[in-house]
């Protein structure tokens, strides 16, 4: 859970200074330089989809690992057993 903090943390934190350098720069053109064409929710969606992401990419892993549930229950390996395939 500690990545998927990182993540969020860092997307803010970039937002954050994306709109402080917009303000410093140019104020009366900070829209132009952020990107957002018109839409303005355009930071909420960058932070939610790369939450989103985060969280896909930590199920994702979850998955391949062979965790069951968030309290590190493993069930089995992921490699496959091949122990009988050479004989």
């Known amino acids: 859970m500690g990545a998927l ?7 803010a934190s970039f937002e ?3 709109w402080c350098v917009a303000r410093i720069v140019d104020p009366d053109a900070g ?18 989809l790369a939450g ?13 690992l ?4 968030l309290a ?4 089995g390996n992921f490699f496959p057993d091949v122990s009988g395939c050479h004989k």
């Open 72 to 75: 590190g229950n493993r069930q």
């Open 16 to 18: 954050i200074i994306e």
């Open 5 to 11: 903090a990182f993540i969020f943390t860092f997307s």
């Open 66 to 69: 062979g965790y069951t549930g």
């Open 31 to 48: 829209e132009a330089y952020l990107g957002k064409q018109g839409d303005v929710s355009d930071t909420e969606k960058g932070l939610a």
């Open 52 to 64: 989103l992401g985060a969280l896909h990419a930590l199920g994702a892993t979850l998955r391949v």
